[in-house]
């Protein structure tokens, strides 16, 4: 007897199924395969126009016409005393694992609940499973105080640099200007040597013991000249004071 009822619910099945093809035929449709309280639903399109990547060649995906189908038929007891049952043989078995695990079950469990919010009931647990614990939460806020406190310590570190750039500029310009400073000073010094040595000759031996006895040595090789520029004419020198035209620019001249 049952194996009458087996063989007379599959052929059924093929009837139908073979009639869903005929209406179907080779236009596209979508079939929506339902999920059940865990497993979300998913569809699946039917004579799906494609081409083939390599030859261009168009076909249908899910050819309906083309595929072999087969019906198959499975005894799923569906009672509330099948689904209790069910029900108290996962509740032991989740009684025995770690906490992780058995929040990663409850929602199984829900599944068999005979209670008319059980799809409500498995979504609030999958949401509430999706959320961070304390722990997380106490770590994502320290993680991001670290990394503030790291990007401020490469801020003030690239403001330190900036600062001592700026410095070293400064310092470098310094050292410029006072190279510079330097110089003219030692050029004026020297200018005013000459003319000392110019209106008094007499006056050079002395000179250059002193700069002797101050540590002086002649460069050797001799230094750069300057290349100062120098008059045409000598300036005039011994002019009597007051100068009186027609008397002569000189001392006892005529």
């Given amino acids: 007897m049952m194996g009458n009822q087996k063989r007379a619910r599959t052929q059924v099945g093929e009837m139908l199924v073979a009639m869903i093809v005929q209406d179907i035929g080779s236009s596209q449709h979508a079939v929506v395969i339902e999920g059940d309280d865990v497993t979300p639903a998913r569809t699946v ?38 689904r209790g049952q069910q029900l108290n043989a996962l509740s032991e078995s989740i009684k025995g694992l770690p906490p992780q695990y058995q929040a990663a079950a409850m929602p199984f469990l829900a599944s068999l609940m005979d209670v008319p919010f059980r799809r409500a009931l498995v979504q609030a647990l999958c949401d509430a499973a999706a959320q961070e614990s304390p722990e997380q939460v106490e770590q994502r806020i320290q993680k991001a105080v670290a990394d503030a406190l790291a990007k401020a310590g490469n801020d003030l570190k690239a403001r330190e640099l900036d600062m001592k750039e700026r410095k070293t500029e400064a310092e470098i310009r310094k050292l410029m200007a006072d190279a510079v400073q330097v110089g003219v000073q030692a050029a004026f010094a020297a200018m005013q040597g000459g003319a000392q040595v110019a209106q008094m000759p007499m006056i050079a031996p002395i000179a250059d013991a002193i700069m002797q006895g101050a540590g002086y040595k002649r460069p050797m090789p001799g230094g750069d000249d300057p290349n100062f520029p120098t008059p045409a004419q000598t300036a005039a020198m011994n002019i009597k004071d007051p100068y009186v035209q027609g008397q002569g620019p000189r001392v006892g001249g005529a």
């Fill in 45 to 82: 399109v039917l004579n799906k126009p494609e081409a083939d990547p390599l030859t261009g060649v168009p076909y249908l995906s899910n050819d309906l016409q083309r595929t072999m189908l087969q019906v198959g038929l499975q005894d799923v007891p569906s009672s509330p005393t099948y």
